[in-house]
């Protein structure tokens, strides 16, 4: 677990204007009547985790099913539920943000087994930017490390894009999905700490077959693509993966 710790010109403010649009992205549930706020991150457990949310909701059980959409949380909850930015998240006081973090060489498979490759459907915003299905991973992994941050599909950010305001990250929690388990059950001590409502044992939503997943010592079996990746997602690792390794027996 990662705790969480003069005039410019029209072409600069323009710039600005754009960072905020792709970055300034509303990543973050806030709860009306609880001292709750998620940090979403797609392909991170995220519908398990909102699916948990929902027990918090009068209405829970009518939302369960269709708990993943982020409209839901922002529009759909009768007021009790809105998307916020990180910026407006980490001026929250007394409220518990926690998010889930996972390690970005599974975080990019995991993307191109079930997007490029596999049977679901590319992001149009993916799509714009150059990926294309089934191109191969070393062409998709080049293609992702020349993005600009600001133009990447929400499941290619970097976590730590996300989930920082300046240099400053939000959540006061940041499991791991690689030791969900034991994290989720962490988070539930520290939110009863924090007076916070229990959320209850973790539902699992969205888990793939074994046959359905892949392998990371044959995607990164090229040295120079683990390279690429620590690269790009440089900061990432250094925040909540400093040990990742693709090519350590799972």
């Known amino acids: 677990m990662t705790p969480a710790q003069p005039i410019r010109s029209a072409m600069s ?29 797609p392909k991170v457990a995220n519908t398990s985790v909102k699916t948990a949310l929902t027990r918090l909701l009068p209405n829970g059980d009518a939302l369960r099913k269709g708990a993943s959409p982020d409209r839901l949380w922002d529009v759909g909850t009768g007021g009790r539920t809105r998307m916020i930015r990180a910026r407006d998240a980490a001026r929250l ?10 390690d970005p060489f599974e975080r990019a498979a995991s993307y191109y ?12 915003l993916a799509a714009r930017d ?8 070393a062409a ?9 941050d600001r133009d990447m599909d929400d499941h290619l950010t970097p976590q730590s894009v996300i989930l920082r305001h300046g240099e400053r990250l939000v959540p006061r929690f940041i499991g791991r999905q690689e030791a969900m388990a034991e994290h989720w059950e962490a988070l539930r001590r520290e939110l009863a700490a924090f007076g916070a ?18 392998a990371l010592a044959r995607y990164f079996a090229d040295p120079g693509l683990v390279r690429l990746l620590r690269e790009r997602y440089a900061d990432d690792l250094a925040l909540f993966y400093p040990d990742a390794d693709p090519l350590r027996p799972r």
Do not use: C, Q, W
């Open 13 to 41: 403010l323009l710039s600005d204007a754009l960072l905020s649009k792709r970055l300034g992205r509303r990543h973050f549930i806030l709860f009306r009547d609880h001292p709750i706020a998620y940090a979403r991150i």
């Open 93 to 102: 006081e007394n409220v518990f943000v926690f998010s889930f973090v996972r």
């Open 113 to 124: 087994a079930t997007k490029v490759a596999g049977r679901g459907e590319l992001p149009r």
């Open 130 to 137: 150059g990926l294309r299905k089934n191109m191969p991973f």
């Open 197 to 214: 409502p229990d959320l209850g044992p973790l539902p699992h939503r969205n888990r793939r077959a074994p046959e359905e997943g892949h």
């Open 140 to 148: 998709f992994l080049e293609r992702v490390a020349a993005m600009d």
